[in-house]
């Protein structure tokens, strides 16, 4: 989520040369402008009436800092087509801008995703990241602490427009008692309430990764569960999968380089790998702190798992031939909101790409059996969804840890079950992109 919890995604990028407006863009902007102050005009009216919202407790400057940072962002907004017209512009920038509006049109036409003015824009930001998300959980769990909000329910993790702000809410978490994870995000969908535009944040990513991105985002407009992030990442990333493979093969259609799927499914398949790895520590994490064992036999044991983890990587990149994309996810201490940040993406894709394939890859029904599932209560919707695609068997040393956790994590060493090989074109994950791996 946005510093105001609308939906995010998480692949840093370096930023890209500025764009200035011009004298002719000053009266769009202030166009724009008016139009997103007459749109907040509600929102904020509600918000002086939520004394009991817990974020709102904490103070109504984290919610001037989120409304802001998204005019700050709006103001920032110029044309593509204007751009595009204009002779200035780098020529491989205006080569990715000619390339998502391409995206953005076949999402609609060929995705049935909501046409609107999202992604027709563009704005340079001059920083890494939109945002920086928030994420923590107790020392021996791996539940994710909740904030909620107004828009988009409760959900695990807060958002920053500024990094030092960011930085200040984790170390306020960590004298708490919380293990904290500040991760930078390039891309956030207002969830239809405005147009999102394209940032330098992502603009330059492979083909492949940025219309997986706008496909992302795009399905956080076409529907979003208030208060369910697992059900909304997963149908995203479920949408995400099924539009990239056919755009793949309406490219390839077309006469495109076959090297682009060729490179999307090296890229896919080590993300998997890597997702792999992690869900194999976190079935550890979780059999320990389940078990009746001491605190501090716990922490033993959580200490030796994340040495393992780390451990494993490296061999993992030795077997991709020294490929470091991920490197950046482990640049911080590892702690359990890393893992659990990560699970929040993932959980029921299985499940939306089985209803996908019920509805024989049509997305319009498969948009309105997703809406059904949206519509029920939680604890039936969430059995709907495990009949649909019932989980696969746990990664193996989760089976090993289930009689004694504490004693199998602390035989567990480094290097041993590296992650299961699968399928090149499983899920793709928004929070892990190479390069800039959280």
């Avoid at 049109?105 to 060929?110: E, G, I």
């Avoid at 992604?119 to 930001?125: I, N």
């Avoid at 790895?277 to 059999?287: N, P, T």
């Avoid at 809406?371 to 989760?398: I, S």
């Amino acid at each position: 989520m946005s510093a105001a919890g609308l939906s995010t995604t998480g692949h840093p990028i370096p930023p890209e040369a500025h764009v200035g407006p011009g004298a002719r863009g000053a009266a769009a902007v202030l166009r724009r402008l008016a139009a997103v102050l007459r749109r907040l005009a509600l929102p904020l009216a509600l918000l002086a009436l939520l004394g009991g919202c817990s974020s709102w407790r904490e103070g109504p400057s984290y919610y001037w800092q989120s409304m802001a940072g998204h005019l700050a962002v709006i103001r920032e907004a110029r044309p593509i087509d204007e751009l595009l017209a204009g002779p200035a512009l780098d020529p491989e920038l205006r080569r990715k801008l000619e390339e998502v509006l391409a995206i953005r049109r076949f999402a609609s036409a060929q995705l049935a995703l909501p046409e609107n003015g999202s992604y027709t824009e563009y704005a340079d930001l001059k920083r890494p990241f939109v945002v920086w998300n928030v994420f923590a959980t107790p020392e021996l769990s791996l539940k994710l602490k909740e904030w909620c909000f107004p828009v988009a329910g409760c959900v695990g993790y807060r958002g920053y427009y500024d990094l030092q702000d960011a930085e200040h809410f984790a170390a306020r978490l960590r004298a708490e008692g919380y293990e904290a994870f500040v991760r930078g995000v390039p891309a956030y969908s207002t969830l239809g309430w405005f147009d999102d535009p394209v940032l330098n944040t992502f603009v330059r990513y492979p083909d492949g990764e940025l219309a997986r991105l706008v496909f992302h985002e795009l399905a956080h407009q076409e529907l979003y569960l208030k208060g369910d992030t697992t059900f909304n990442e997963s149908f995203a990333t479920a949408v995400e999968q099924a539009g990239l493979e056919r755009w793949l093969a309406a490219r390839e259609a077309a006469g495109a380089d076959p090297a682009l799927r060729t490179e999307w499914q090296r890229f896919a398949a080590r993300r998997e790998q890597f997702l792999a790895l992690l869900a194999r520590h976190r079935k550890a994490l979780e059999a320990v702190y389940a078990s009746d064992a001491a605190d501090d036999e716990k922490r033993a044991a959580k200490g030796e798992i994340f040495a393992a983890l780390r451990s494993d990587y490296e061999t993992l990149k030795r077997q991709w031939g020294g490929y470091a994309g991920y490197d950046r996810w482990f640049a911080q201490p590892l702690t359990n909101a890393h893992l659990a940040s990560v699970a929040t993406y993932t959980a029921q894709v299985p499940a939306f790409r089985a209803l996908l394939a019920r509805e024989h890859g049509n997305l319009p029904a498969f948009y309105a059996a997703a809406r059904r599932l949206a519509g029920m209560p939680k604890a039936e919707r969430e059995q709907a969804l495990a009949a649909l695609a019932p989980p696969e068997g746990e990664p193996r040393l989760a089976r090993q840890a289930g009689r004694n956790p504490v004693a199998q994590a602390a035989g567990h060493r480094p290097g041993q079950g590296g992650p299961r090989p699968t399928a090149q074109r499983e899920r793709p994950l928004t929070a892990l992109s190479p390069g800039a791996a959280d």
